[in-house]
């Protein structure tokens, strides 16, 4: 049964790694960063290092949020700049 959940965790980091180098919009890499998270925090917690893995659990959605939040502010950046007529953005 450990097999099958390692395999499980293996997959679900390399669907996550490649759909990050692969996606072009920057919501669909933080979904996929998301994947590869979930994968991350299964290995700890195969390999019994129960206390990282609350670490990553905690520190995971955190992340995620700034990652949305960048994502945002750099959308209005670059919006305020092409209403500008600023085209070297």
Not at 23 to 49: H, N, Q, T
Request: proline letters at 2%; aromatic letters at 12%; glycine letters at 6%.
């Amino acid at each position: 049964m450990e097999f099958i959940v390692s395999l499980i965790a293996i997959a679900l980091m390399i669907i996550g790694a490649f759909g990050i180098i692969f996606m072009r919009k920057p919501l669909d890499k933080v979904i996929m960063f998301s994947i590869l998270d979930a994968g991350f925090v299964l290995v700890v917690v195969l390999f019994k290092y129960l206390d990282v893995a609350l670490f990553a659990a905690l520190a995971g959605p955190l992340s995620t949020l700034v990652f949305i939040l960048s994502i945002v502010k750099i959308k209005e950046i670059r919006e305020k700049k092409f209403a500008s007529g600023d085209l070297n953005a």
